[in-house]
């Protein structure tokens, strides 16, 4: 069976995104399936009243755009300048055959269920603090040097979270003072301990 790179390889085209556009909406017709080749995107939908809840980040080989119904549940948008693969569901089902197709599903629902676990684990119970730590945690092993940037920008990390901005912000500026991070600017910042952010991360 071709491998998920063959399959969009054969199929894909490269598409470039500008920073925060849409690459598709809320309700539109799930006919394509996407996967990241640089940059980030991410996926969110808005609430009758007024909230954002955002899906997940998607970066660098990450698929994303796979529905099960035929339409898509979230709207995704570039968070940065981003190069997608793009490829038609029709496309991949008549080189690789339906198995092809459910192959990717099952690919791409397995790490939507870690994620959704592990998202909602991070929401129920963990504390405000003890969730920016896991988040920036996370970013950290993202991006592997220190310091780290952040894509995102602190109403993407609030909406994520179930927090509201300022208490983001607040949160960050305790890690600060406790020694654990050290922001410098607002989308960058540096790991000064990284024992007690890993403590705090783990705490449930």
Known sequence: MLTTEDLFNRVGI?????????????????????RMISGTVRTSRFMADGRRPIGDFYYKGDIFGLELGETHEMAAEALSDC????????????????????????????????????????LVRKSAS????????????????????????????????????????????????????????CRRFRICNRDALLELAAAA
């Open 14 to 34: 490269a598409m470039r995104f500008a920073k925060d556009e849409e690459i598709y909406g809320e309700g539109e017709a799930a006919d394509h399936v996407y």
């Open 130 to 185: 003890e969730r920016v730590a896991s988040f920036l945690l996370g970013m950290a092993r993202r991006g592997g040097d220190n310091p780290i940037e952040l894509v995102m920008g602190r109403q993407d990390i609030a909406d994520y979270l179930g927090l509201t901005i300022e208490t983001v912000s607040r949160m960050i500026t305790q890690l600060q003072g406790q020694g654990v991070v050290r922001f410098e600017g």
């Open 83 to 122: 190069a997608v693969m793009v490829a038609r569901r029709e496309a991949i089902i008549q080189l690789g055959g339906e198995k092809a197709l459910q192959a990717l599903v099952l690919e791409s629902t397995a790490l939507a269920l870690t994620n959704a676990r592990e998202h909602l684990s991070l």
